[in-house]
């Protein structure tokens, strides 16, 4: 007995000498070290993951059920559209990513909004994921080119910045490049939003998440669709 309380009193100071040791006490000596972490604290490196989640999150709240409801009434959607859905359904990790299934979740916009507002893209999107994206950036501006999207269908603009500020975050999180998508150039410039804070407050002050510019159809169509993301 008095051999077994020397050894628990040994695991104790053991234990103590770990929690006041300079690795960090969360990260198990068997486990990788956590990206971003120092004996000082965290870098700028997971300061600027942080704030990458907070505007994937900023893009998600300014998607408006009016906006679902809008593109799930396309029986056959510009091609610019579809490629925009694919990409947002595939980033989700929904395995179909046809139109049809686009319109099953559509139909229940609230639910579908809530996934986006929950959705971790930082621990649940996966690096094939992201190559598969980048795939989708370097065959079309679909995704990329706001402007024109926005002169085609407004209401998907939302959804494309969503994958944007997703591809930033995987670019930092597995690549360690600030610069995100921008810097690999499959855009000019980020895009424009609010800041992720001003966004996510306004938007929590509107029962439906209203964002001003959001609505309507433009008459222009592109035929020029093609269905990559599910055939790579």
Sequence with gaps: ???????????????????????????????????????????????????????VLACAVAITTQDLVELRSFSRPPGVVREVVESTLMLLGFR????????????????FLEKMQGFDASRSVSRLQLQ????????????????????????????????????????????????????RGYYSSPPSTKSAATTINNNNNNNNGAVGGMGGVGGNSNNNSSNHINSN
């Design 1 to 55: 007995q008095q051999q077994y309380q020397q050894q628990q009193h040994q695991q104790q100071q053991h234990w103590q000498q770990r929690q006041t040791s300079d690795n960090p006490p969360h990260s198990p000596s068997s486990s990788p070290p956590v990206a971003g972490y120092t004996n000082q604290g965290y870098t700028s490196s997971q300061q600027t993951q942080t704030s990458l989640r907070l505007e």
């Design 96 to 111: 179909d990513a046809s139109w049809s299934a686009a319109q099953n979740h559509f139909d229940k916009p609230t639910l």
């Design 132 to 183: 598969k994206f980048c795939r989708c950036l370097a065959h079309s501006q679909a995704v990329s080119d706001l402007a024109a999207l926005e002169a085609i269908c407004p209401a998907a603009v939302g959804l494309a910045k969503w994958c944007l500020a997703v591809g930033d975050l995987l670019v930092m999180r597995y690549e360690g490049d600030p610069n995100g998508l921008a810097g």
